[in-house]
């Protein structure tokens, strides 16, 4: 086994253009030597949402630049590495190819092993590399596109407990804002309003929390908000800041309990196949929410349930998460090659039933 190992990785599969490289020795912690991340919410804002088009351009632009930084940052060469990881998916096809065509390149050129790593995956191996936590531990991974409990019980091992059937929680947070007329991303924006909100003014639903087991919805909250927005805007003519606080906050609270019910939900069920050393951690743009956040360390301590979340930089699509998975899968024998196919859908957990995009072509995630 190699004591100590190198690699750099790429992330390309949203609106992030990244590049990371991070070293670890066995019996050591990680080292991120770099970090470099290209976001583009400037090239999509006018549009209210991603532009997969605009996205796949700007990868291929951005890449070899991220990829030169990165290793410059990390005072590195090409022959300093170990190996090269990259995304293959799932996400917006036309970034994920960028990505992995940049990267067969790269291992073309210089005779470097490639790893073609699941988005999802490097989401869900971030603890380890942040707070060194030990397999299976329960994972949370709440994003713009993403929102399920996960079992992570190896690097390739993961259940899937439950997630969102409809809308991904950021989703919902954007569109809020977008229907108030806040800034995008509008999770940031939301919590901001909501802070001066009063959450009971409006009674929002808190979805499917009267079924059983770890299912989310949030569509439906999403349109209750429009229903009120469209309500008040009928009777007064428009929208006051009081009227945009208290649905946010309104909103936000929403999602906080059913969040908090949920994930108390998950961490039993965890229990019961694990009960030694339980540790709970997030992933995730929204793990950024700190109503969220401490909603979800006050259910883990009510349970006696180890709480961690990454550094919201490494919460957030990052390559150093990309990175870090490829050390791992390296460590436990895998390697791809030149076929490697970028995919649009890669479910982590192929056992569990999928809700969210499934359709005729399977599970998205
Ligand atoms: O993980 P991420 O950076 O990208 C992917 O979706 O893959 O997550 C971005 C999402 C956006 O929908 C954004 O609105 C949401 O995370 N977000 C938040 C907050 N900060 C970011 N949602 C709620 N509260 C926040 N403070
Ligand atoms: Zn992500």
């Known amino acids: 086994m190699n004591e100590t190992l190198t690699i750099l990785g790429l992330e390309s599969s949203c609106d992030d253009t990244a590049a990371a490289v991070v070293r670890h ?10 970090n470099v991340v290209f976001g583009q919410n400037e090239l999509h804002s006018d549009f209210g949402g991603i532009v997969p088009e ?10 070899d630049i991220v ?5 410059t940052r990390a005072k590195m060469q090409m022959p300093d590495l170990d190996a090269i990881a990259v995304t293959a998916g799932p996400g917006l096809i036309g970034g994920v190819l960028s990505g992995v065509m940049c990267a067969k390149g790269i291992a073309a050129g210089s005779g470097l092993p490639l790893l073609g790593i699941n988005h999802l995956a490097g989401h869900a191996l971030t603890p380890r590399l942040t707070d060194n936590v030990d397999f299976p531990y ?7 596109g993403h929102c399920q409990f996960l079992i992570v019980k190896g690097v390739d091992d993961f259940t899937r407990l439950g997630g969102t059937i409809d809308d991904a929680p950021g989703e919902a947070f954007d569109k809020v804002a977008r229907m108030l007329a ?10 901001a309003e909501a802070i001066n909100g009063d959450p ?45 606080a208290d649905l946010c906050a309104g909103f936000q609270a929403a999602v906080v309990d059913v969040f908090a019910e949920k994930t108390r939900r998950a961490m039993v069920e965890y229990m019961t196949l694990f009960p030694k050393t339980p540790t709970f951690t997030l992933a995730g743009g929204v793990a950024a929410n700190q109503a969220i956040c401490g909603a979800l ?15 919201l930089a490494l919460c957030t699509d990052n390559g150093a998460m990309i990175a870090w998975a490829g050390i791992e899968r390296f460590r436990a024998g895998f390697r791809d090659d030149m076929t490697l196919a970028a995919r649009p859908r890669w479910p982590l957990d ?3 039933p999928a809700m969210l995009g499934s359709g005729k072509k399977g599970a998205k995630a």
């Open 54 to 63: 605009i996205a796949a351009r700007a990868h291929v632009e951005k890449l």
């Open 138 to 144: 329960l994972m949370l991974l709440v994003s713009g």
């Open 350 to 352: 192929n056992t569990s």
């Open 200 to 244: 009971t003014r409006f009674k929002f639903p808190r979805p499917l929390l009267n079924r059983p087991g770890c299912d989310m919805s949030f569509s439906g909250l999403k349109t209750a908000v429009l229903r009120e927005r469209n309500c008040l805007i009928k009777q007064h003519g428009g929208l006051q800041s009081k009227d945009r």
């Open 182 to 191: 806040l800034s995008q991303p509008g999770g940031p924006a939301v919590e």
């Open 25 to 34: 020795t066995v019996g050591k912690p990680a080292q991120i030597l770099s």
């Open 67 to 71: 990829v030169e930084q990165a290793l």
């Open 297 to 311: 360390e006050t259910s883990s301590s009510e349970l006696f349930v180890k709480f961690t979340a990454p550094p």
